[in-house]
């Protein structure tokens, strides 16, 4: 049986390593390479905020070959897609016939990766799609894996819940409203350990840092453009 060459969009966290796990143990796939995208101008992960260093230590824990995606600080949407249509294009001419991702039920994000994708002849392949999210995390620590959260919402949460490992009480000691997964955008981690991993990712925490941000989405010209929305993040040394 022929099987599929693909590369996995690894973010560094929780859902991109159980996904990952599940998508080894499909034979159908034959997962050949980890993509991630980062912020050239801080050296670090989009949207996580974690540092290149532990991202490589990660990669060569799982032992898969990687590659990363370099993305300017504030990048526009014509020039993320550049970018993106860039990779892919190389991606496709090594051979891969399809792209995975650990997305969870976000409709809208689906559509548009697969669209994009299809574009250049790409598959696109979500395998925890529609998972429930309660469900999916405890799986995820009942197989071992171990995550700590690297920036948050500050709508939802203060900085004293960045650093926090998850474990089976993280659930509960969400807000009311905030998905178990972080799918909404809540809240990112970085995974460090599994059945994935040969070996644990070593780190130590160092500062929490505040930041706000413009919000993309803007309302019309009756309501005006919205407020900033702020992130905690834990910075996170190797």
């Known amino acids: 049986m022929n099987k599929f060459k693909t590369y996995f969009n690894w973010s560094s966290g929780k859902d991109s390593a159980i996904a990952l ?3 080894l143990q499909d034979a159908r796939f034959s997962i050949e390479k980890l993509i991630t995208t980062i912020n050239s101008h801080y050296d670090r992960v989009s949207m996580h905020g974690l540092r290149t260093e532990l991202l490589v230590a990660q990669f060569q824990a799982v032992k898969i070959p990687y590659s990363f995606v370099e993305l300017p600080e504030m990048p526009d949407m014509a020039r993320y897609e550049q970018i993106i249509g860039e990779t892919v294009e190389r991606l496709k001419m090594e051979g891969f016939t399809h792209s995975a991702f650990g997305d969870i039920f976000l409709e809208d994000l689906r559509n548009y990766r697969e669209h994009q994708l299809a574009r250049q002849g790409i598959k696109a392949v979500f395998p925890i799609w529609n998972r429930d999210t309660k469900e999916l995390l405890q799986e995820f620590l009942d197989l071992g894996f171990k995550s700590i959260v690297v920036c948050a919402n500050s709508k939802f949460f203060n900085e004293d819940f960045v650093g926090t490992v998850m474990d089976k009480d993280f659930v509960k000691r969400l807000p009311q409203g905030v998905d178990p997964c972080g799918e909404n955008g809540e809240f990112h981690t970085f995974c460090f350990d599994g059945p994935i991993f040969n070996n644990p990712v070593s780190f130590d925490i160092g500062e929490k ?3 706000e941000y413009d919000n993309p989405n803007t309302g019309d010209n ?6 900033p929305y702020g992130v905690w993040y834990c910075d996170l040394k190797p």
């Open 21 to 23: 796990f599940y998508l």
């Open 209 to 211: 840092v505040y930041r």
């Open 222 to 227: 009756s309501n005006g453009p919205q407020d």
